[in-house]
């Protein structure tokens, strides 16, 4: 089944101590994205990664940190989480094309505390 | 970066169309239109996008102004089902494809 995964689903932990959201894709898209999601904000990007060893920032980028070393992976790390990064995550992922009219997929979340 | 104004919600009753709107009047050339829905507890997944001309498929259609300042998601008949938070989302070509989201709409139905 094409589909993107996430792990883990729900995470409480403490500020300071780093900690790692994966991102797995099986659809072979080149396109991958981080967002967040709080209330009465909408979605915002995180960071982007149009191919393997690319990856940009998106429009909230403060305090992540992505890598690509794998075309289906994109984890998220957050090095020293802060109570402001308490949200729910969601990962995405498409085929990548210039004229952009893709289709993107989303993973189911993680919902993240941070104390 | 372009931007896209939602209203905040809409309320329907079931089996009855539905006409979502979506401001965005400084969208660029390159820009497509994309909308995205948000169930409870999920996910959001894709609805519908264009450029220029309207489009249909199973789920809705899109009907974009000829200035393309604007566009309008069309549910037919709207269900409980439809009951979500609707995203008008411009995607830039000429920026690797980067998303902005709007605030969204949560579309109520009544039954």
């Known amino acids: 089944e094409a589909q993107v995964t996430q792990n883990p689903r729900y995470l409480i932990t403490v500020t300071g101590k780093k900690l790692t959201v994966t991102c797995s894709q099986n659809m072979n898209h080149e396109y991958m994205s981080w967002y967040r999601q709080d209330p009465g904000l909408g979605l915002r990007q995180i960071y982007y990664s149009m191919n393997v060893e690319v990856t940009d920032k998106g429009d909230v980028p403060e305090g992540y940190k992505v890598s690509r070393k794998e075309k289906r992976n994109f984890p998220l790390i957050l090095e020293s989480p802060s109570p402001n990064q308490t949200s729910l995550y969601f990962c995405?992922?498409?085929?990548?094309?210039?004229?952009?009219?893709?289709?993107?997929?989303f993973g189911p979340g993680t919902r993240l505390t941070v104390l | 970066d372009a931007k896209t104004t939602q209203p905040n919600s809409m309320e329907s009753n079931e089996e009855e169309p539905v006409h979502l709107p979506c401001n965005h009047s400084?969208?660029?050339?390159?820009?497509?239109i994309h909308w995205y829905r948000q169930l409870p507890s999920q996910g959001p997944e894709y609805v519908i996008h264009?450029?220029?001309s309207n489009v249909n498929n199973r789920m809705a259609s899109l009907a974009i102004a000829e200035d393309r300042k604007s566009s309008t998601l069309i549910l037919h008949r709207a269900t409980l089902r439809d009951a979500a938070v609707y995203y008008c989302i411009l995607r830039d070509g000429n920026q690797g494809g980067k998303l902005i989201f709007g605030q969204g709409t949560e579309l109520s139905v009544k039954p």
């Open positions: 264009g450029l220029t």
């Open positions: 400084t969208i660029s050339g390159t820009d497509y």
């Open positions: 995405a992922s498409s085929p990548f094309s210039p004229s952009s009219y893709n289709e993107q997929f």
